[in-house]
């Protein structure tokens, strides 16, 4: 019969990987703790209208790549393709604006994107996201720019860099947005179909676009940096400031303008140029009247995403595959033997000490082979001779010497190796 396969573009994550994750979702959860952020764990699919209001309809996320769909009872919900507007239905939905001036939460888990899947890009992806609410000030958007540094540092990652921009408010982006029409227009009909489409709908958008002859049309544009309101420019030196004195290294890039409706005044993106045209690892800003339009309070709000296939794709490129392997294989031989084996072999992993065992009762060259390949630093041996004098042995498989324990100290004596393990 034919096997089933996945999905194009979703992915297994398979035991021989899952080591690259555990590292960086654990990395991910000591900082963001660290910064105060408290972890939140929203519905995969919400109600479709949630996006369109949340993203903005003339996105690229809601014009073309949501995966929608109508259930049994027709209501029309979505798989979620970023967790951002989730996070804000909660914090409004259980009323958590109520006990503190501001909060900080954050979410790690899978998104869907109906996207062509190529390397770094596909239809179900993992985003670690983290929100604040509740400040206005820059001292929090420099703040998190030094924390997406630091957690690039402790994940392992070298050689990223962090571009910064600002996108104004509503009121000077109002005037640039006709600056940037008429730029647009005079140049004519050589941009790609979403471009000029993207001229007429959301004309800022035309800078995230990712073909080569548009950004060559580009590069004379009017920058929304040079048409800045008071305010605007005195939050985005401020910012500058901060991350100069927090020593975290940055370059202003007015490309950044981001994928989504909602972002105004600070933009970020961690740019690689070791993934080819996947080159954004992750990104955010400010998004300030999003929270009120979704029928919350009129509360400021900055975030960000982060993609992990991509770090993950990094961490291949310069590190050894992180392997997990047991503390200890517990090999037995003869049915009386492999009895007490299995017995003592659970003792051990109450005690927290990882322990493999025979089951089947195979020859002890395979249970030794078996023991090698599951990279075990040590071996048990247990034989009915050794189980009548109330003995075993211990082989260390690193220096590949052997002695002789008795039984009734097995315990002890691994907890103590297992104890070293973490504070040699
Ligand atoms: P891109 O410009 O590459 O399409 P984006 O602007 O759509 O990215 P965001 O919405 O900002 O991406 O999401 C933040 C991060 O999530 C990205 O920088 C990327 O690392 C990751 N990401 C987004 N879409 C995908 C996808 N389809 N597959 C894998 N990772 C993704
Ligand atoms: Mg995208």
């Known amino acids: 019969m034919e096997a089933v396969q996945a999905v194009r573009g979703m992915n297994d994550i398979l035991p ?3 080591g690259w994750w555990q590292g960086i979702e654990a990395a991910a959860r000591k900082v963001l703790e660290n910064f105060g952020y408290r972890e939140m764990r929203t519905p995969v699919a919400e109600k479709l209208e949630l996006f369109a209001r949340g993203i903005g309809e003339s996105t690229d996320i809601v014009e073309k790549e949501m995966y ?42 899978p998104m869907f994107r109906h996207e062509r899947p190529q390397k770094g890009r596909y239809r179900q992806f993992h985003q670690i996201d983290a929100e604040v609410f509740g400040l206005d000030g820059p001292m929090i958007d420099a703040e998190m720019m030094h924390m997406v540094s630091l957690l690039m540092e402790r994940i392992g990652i070298s050689g990223v860099s962090l571009n910064i921009n ?54 004379s544009a009017p920058q929304l940096i040079d048409h800045l309101c008071e305010d605007c420019r005195a939050h985005f030196e401020a910012v500058r400031d901060h991350l100069e004195k927090l020593g975290t290294p940055y370059a202003v890039n007015p490309r950044i303008v981001r994928g ?17 045209a996947q080159s954004a690892i992750g990104g955010g800003g400010r998004y300030d009247g999003l929270v009120r339009d979704l029928g919350g309070p009129d509360v400021a709000a900055v975030g960000f995403a982060m993609g992990l296939e991509r770090l993950v794709l990094l961490l291949e490129q310069e590190k050894t595959k992180p392997v997990r392997s047991p503390l200890c294989f517990f090999a037995s031989l003869g049915d009386q033997a492999r009895a007490s084996a299995f017995l003592l072999s ?71 190796i297992e104890a070293e393990k973490f504070n040699p």
């Not at 940037?180 to 004309?203: A, V, W």
């Not at 989504?260 to 080819?276: H, P």
Request: hydrophobic letters at 30%.
């Open 166 to 219: 600002t996108l104004g408010c509503p009121k000077c982006r109002q005037v640039y947005r006709e600056v940037l029409k008429k730029f647009l227009s005079d140049k004519g009909d050589g941009f790609c179909e979403d471009c000029m489409r993207r001229r007429e709908t959301n004309p800022l958008r035309v800078f995230d676009c990712k073909v080569k002859s548009c950004a060559q049309l580009l590069e």
């Open 16 to 18: 021989e990987q899952v």
């Open 346 to 416: 659970q003792k051990l992993r109450e005690r927290g000490v990882e322990t493999e065992i025979d089951y089947e009762g195979r020859s002890l060259k395979s249970q030794m082979r078996r023991a090698d390949k599951s990279g075990a630093k040590y071996v048990l041996i247990l034989g009915e001779d050794e189980l009548a004098r109330r003995e075993v042995q211990l082989r260390d498989m690193l220096t590949k010497t052997q002695r002789i324990l008795p039984l009734d100290t097995i315990l002890e004596t691994l907890e103590t």
């Open 68 to 109: 929608a769909f109508e259930d049994r009872n027709g209501d029309w919900l979505a798989l979620r393709p970023e967790a951002t507007a989730s996070i804000v239905r909660a914090y409004v939905q259980h009323g958590l604006h109520g006990d503190s001036s501001y909060h900080k939460f954050y979410q790690i888990g």
């Open 260 to 276: 989504l409706d909602y972002y105004m005044r600070t933009t970020f993106e961690v740019i690689t140029d070791r993934l080819g």
